[in-house]
Nanobody
Protein backbone atom coordinates (compact mmCIF):
# COMPACT_ATOMS: atom_id res chain seq x y z
CA UNK A 1 0.00 0.00 0.00
CA UNK A 2 1.34 3.39 -0.98
CA UNK A 3 1.79 5.96 1.73
CA UNK A 4 2.76 9.58 1.12
CA UNK A 5 3.73 11.63 4.17
CA UNK A 6 4.42 15.34 3.83
CA UNK A 7 6.47 17.51 6.16
CA UNK A 8 8.15 20.90 6.17
CA UNK A 9 5.17 23.20 6.12
CA UNK A 10 4.91 26.16 8.47
CA UNK A 11 4.61 29.90 8.74
CA UNK A 12 6.98 32.27 7.00
CA UNK A 13 7.09 35.92 6.06
CA UNK A 14 6.76 37.06 2.49
CA UNK A 15 10.03 36.68 0.63
CA UNK A 16 11.08 33.73 2.74
CA UNK A 17 11.67 30.11 1.79
CA UNK A 18 10.43 26.69 2.80
CA UNK A 19 11.28 23.18 1.68
CA UNK A 20 8.56 20.57 1.71
CA UNK A 21 9.33 16.88 1.84
CA UNK A 22 7.24 13.86 0.97
CA UNK A 23 8.35 10.44 2.13
CA UNK A 24 6.91 7.79 -0.15
CA UNK A 25 6.59 4.20 0.97
CA UNK A 26 5.28 1.39 -1.17
CA UNK A 27 5.56 3.48 -4.33
CA UNK A 28 7.84 1.83 -6.86
CA UNK A 29 6.09 2.50 -10.10
CA UNK A 30 8.17 1.98 -13.22
CA UNK A 31 6.05 4.73 -14.66
CA UNK A 32 7.18 7.14 -11.96
CA UNK A 33 5.29 10.37 -11.62
CA UNK A 34 5.04 12.45 -8.46
CA UNK A 35 4.07 15.98 -7.75
CA UNK A 36 2.79 18.71 -5.48
CA UNK A 37 -0.64 20.27 -5.43
CA UNK A 38 -2.10 22.98 -3.25
CA UNK A 39 -5.50 24.15 -2.20
CA UNK A 40 -6.35 27.44 -0.54
CA UNK A 41 -9.64 27.99 1.30
CA UNK A 42 -12.45 28.61 -1.16
CA UNK A 43 -10.29 27.79 -4.16
CA UNK A 44 -9.87 24.77 -6.37
CA UNK A 45 -6.90 22.47 -6.00
CA UNK A 46 -4.11 23.36 -8.42
CA UNK A 47 -1.03 21.59 -9.64
CA UNK A 48 2.19 23.17 -8.43
CA UNK A 49 4.98 20.95 -9.73
CA UNK A 50 5.53 17.43 -11.05
CA UNK A 51 8.42 15.20 -11.99
CA UNK A 52 8.49 11.97 -13.97
CA UNK A 53 10.82 9.00 -14.39
CA UNK A 54 12.90 10.82 -16.99
CA UNK A 55 13.41 13.77 -14.69
CA UNK A 56 11.12 15.97 -16.71
CA UNK A 57 9.69 18.71 -14.53
CA UNK A 58 6.45 20.58 -14.94
CA UNK A 59 5.35 23.66 -13.05
CA UNK A 60 2.13 25.50 -12.58
CA UNK A 61 2.18 29.15 -13.55
CA UNK A 62 2.28 30.26 -9.94
CA UNK A 63 5.40 28.21 -9.25
CA UNK A 64 7.53 28.98 -12.29
CA UNK A 65 10.79 30.70 -11.42
CA UNK A 66 10.28 30.38 -7.66
CA UNK A 67 9.73 26.71 -6.85
CA UNK A 68 11.88 23.68 -7.65
CA UNK A 69 10.79 20.06 -7.49
CA UNK A 70 13.27 17.25 -6.97
CA UNK A 71 13.33 13.60 -6.03
CA UNK A 72 15.88 11.58 -4.08
CA UNK A 73 15.68 8.05 -5.46
CA UNK A 74 17.75 6.54 -2.65
CA UNK A 75 15.43 7.97 0.00
CA UNK A 76 12.31 7.75 -2.16
CA UNK A 77 11.54 11.26 -1.05
CA UNK A 78 10.06 14.10 -3.05
CA UNK A 79 10.95 17.72 -2.32
CA UNK A 80 9.59 21.12 -3.14
CA UNK A 81 11.91 24.05 -2.59
CA UNK A 82 9.85 27.23 -2.41
CA UNK A 83 11.59 30.59 -2.60
CA UNK A 84 10.33 34.17 -2.73
CA UNK A 85 7.12 33.12 -1.06
CA UNK A 86 4.08 35.36 -1.34
CA UNK A 87 0.93 35.60 0.80
CA UNK A 88 -1.00 34.10 -2.12
CA UNK A 89 1.08 30.93 -1.73
CA UNK A 90 -0.77 30.26 1.52
CA UNK A 91 -2.49 26.89 1.14
CA UNK A 92 -2.51 23.26 2.12
CA UNK A 93 0.13 21.51 0.06
CA UNK A 94 -0.36 17.91 -0.96
CA UNK A 95 2.08 15.34 -2.20
CA UNK A 96 0.66 13.17 -4.96
CA UNK A 97 1.61 10.30 -7.22
CA UNK A 98 0.30 8.49 -10.25
CA UNK A 99 -0.13 4.74 -10.03
CA UNK A 100 -1.90 3.84 -13.26
CA UNK A 101 0.67 2.72 -15.82
CA UNK A 102 0.52 4.22 -19.24
CA UNK A 103 -1.06 7.50 -18.19
CA UNK A 104 0.95 10.60 -18.89
CA UNK A 105 2.32 12.60 -15.96
CA UNK A 106 -0.44 15.19 -16.24
CA UNK A 107 -2.22 16.92 -13.37
CA UNK A 108 -5.46 15.03 -13.98
CA UNK A 109 -3.79 11.61 -13.73
CA UNK A 110 -2.61 11.82 -10.13
CA UNK A 111 -4.58 9.37 -8.01
CA UNK A 112 -2.59 8.88 -4.79
CA UNK A 113 -2.55 11.61 -2.14
CA UNK A 114 -0.90 12.50 1.12
CA UNK A 115 -2.64 14.20 4.02
CA UNK A 116 -1.15 17.61 3.31
CA UNK A 117 1.03 20.14 5.07
CA UNK A 118 -0.02 23.72 5.72
CA UNK A 119 2.00 26.64 4.38
CA UNK A 120 1.16 30.12 5.62
CA UNK A 121 2.88 33.21 4.25
CA UNK A 122 2.35 36.50 6.02
CA UNK A 123 2.88 39.93 4.51
Amino acid sequence: QVQLVESGGGSVQAGGSLRLSCAASGYNSKDFCMGWFRQAPGKEREGVAAIDSEGTRSYGNSAKGRFTISHDNARNTLYLQMNSLKPEDTAMYYCAAKSRPGDYCYWENFNLWGQGTQVTVSS
